[in-house]
Every structure is written in structure tokens, then in C-alpha cells.
């Protein structure tokens, strides 16, 4: 059974920083696209940023230049850095997992997710 764990949301002032995580099992980690979605009450779930098995990386451009994805594939984990944080970025943050290296910002995509993590960001 896969399982995508998230954690590290919090509430932070604007210009702070957080740390998400991604925990996976049941999956074979190595294989897999790896994505960062978000989503506010009443909006469609967005993409905010994918990597591939390879570590190759896309952004949203909302979060260009501010947010970092990243991965291990021995932990099976997937990390997200978001820097200077604005109140828009203010959202449920949810992983998602794709099979394959055909890795796009596109929620249909995607086949597992895990349950969220809220980041609040106030001004």
C-alpha cells in the first residue's frame, strides 16, 4: 500500500522560511516523479514544484527563485524549502507521486497523494 506522509507546516510571518517533507513507502521511490501541489479553499489544486528520479527540477512561476524541491531516494523522502514566503503561499500543501519520468505540474497526473500539511503565512 503507498503512503505519502507530509509534515512540517506551520504559521510564519511573511519573509520567514519553512521546511516540508515528503515520507513514502510502498513505492518503488527511485522510480517515481515526485511533486509539490497546493491548494486554497474554493481554488484548484496548483503545482507548485516536480522532480524527477534524475533530480531535474520545474517550478511554478510563483515560486521560482524562492522555493526548492528536493529528494532522496534512500530515504524516500521529498523535501520542499520555501523562502521568503508571502501571504499568498498561504495554502494546504499536498505530495503527490507519478510513475515514470514523464514528470509535469498537472494534478491529473498523479496517482498517489498524501493528506497535507497547512502553511500559513501572515503580513
Known amino acids: 500500500q503507498v503512503q505519502l506522509v507530509e509534515s512540517g507546516g506551520d504559521s510564519v510571518q511573511a519573509g520567514g522560511s519553512l521546511r516540508l517533507s515528503c515520507a513514502a513507502s510502498g513505492l518503488t521511490f527511485s522510480s517515481y516523479c515526485m511533486a509539490w501541489f497546493r491548494q486554497v479553499p474554493g481554488k484548484e489544486r496548483e503545482g507548485v514544484a516536480i522532480i524527477y528520479s534524475d533530480r531535474i527540477t520545474k517550478y511554478a512561476d510563483s515560486v521560482k527563485g524562492r522555493f526548492t524541491i528536493s529528494r532522496d531516494n534512500a530515504k524516500r523522502t521529498s523535501d520542499l524549502q520555501m523562502d521568503t514566503l508571502k501571504p499568498e503561499d498561504s495554502a494546504m500543501y499536498y505530495c503527490?507521486?507519478?510513475?515514470?519520468?514523464?514528470?509535469?505540474?498537472?494534478?491529473?497526473?498523479?496517482?498517489?497523494w498524501g493528506q497535507g500539511t497547512q502553511v500559513t503565512v501572515s503580513s
Open positions: 503527490a507521486a507519478k510513475a515514470g519520468n514523464d514528470c509535469y505540474l498537472v494534478r491529473t497526473e498523479y496517482t498517489y
